[in-house]
Nanobody, 123 residues
Framework: QVQLVESGGGLVQAGGSLRLSCAAS????????MAWFRQAPGKEREFVSG????????GYADSVKGRFTISRDNAKNTVYLQMNSLKPEDTAVYYC????????????????WGQGTQVTVSS
């Protein structure tokens, strides 16, 4: 049974930092591309960042470029999202996702999803 478990969310002031983690189990982690998506209230789930099986980034949404960094540790079956200079508009539930196909920004390509972790940035 595949499980993706996010952690690290919380309440932070604007300008602060958080590091999200997503621990994977039940799959061969190194064989999957991983990604972070987020969903704010009343909005669609959107791509934040992705990372290839090799560890090379698959890019970032324009809104987070230069502030967020994705990484993975295949030995720990974990993908991370370092979020710096947080803004109120970053407030959302953040989800990690796994794709057996390829690294992509397309939501439907990801077959496995975590339950999400709430990030709230106060102004």
């Amino acid at each position: 049974q595949v499980q993706l478990v996010e952690s690290g969310g919380g309440l932070v002031q604007a300008g602060g930092s958080l590091r999200l983690s997503c621990a994977a189990s039940g799959l061969t982690f190194s064989a999957y591309a991983m990604a972070w998506f987020r969903q704010a209230p009343g909005k669609e789930r959107e791509f934040v960042s992705g990372i290839r099986k090799s560890g090379e980034s698959n890019g970032y949404a324009d809104s987070v470029k230069g502030r967020f960094t994705i990484s993975r540790d295949n030995a720990k079956n974990t993908v991370y999202l370092q979020m710096n200079s947080l803004k109120p508009e970053d407030t959302a539930v953040y989800y990690c996702a796994a794709s057996a196909l390829r690294a992509t920004r397309i939501r439907d390509a990801y077959g496995y999803w975590g339950q999400g972790t709430q990030v709230t940035v106060s102004s």
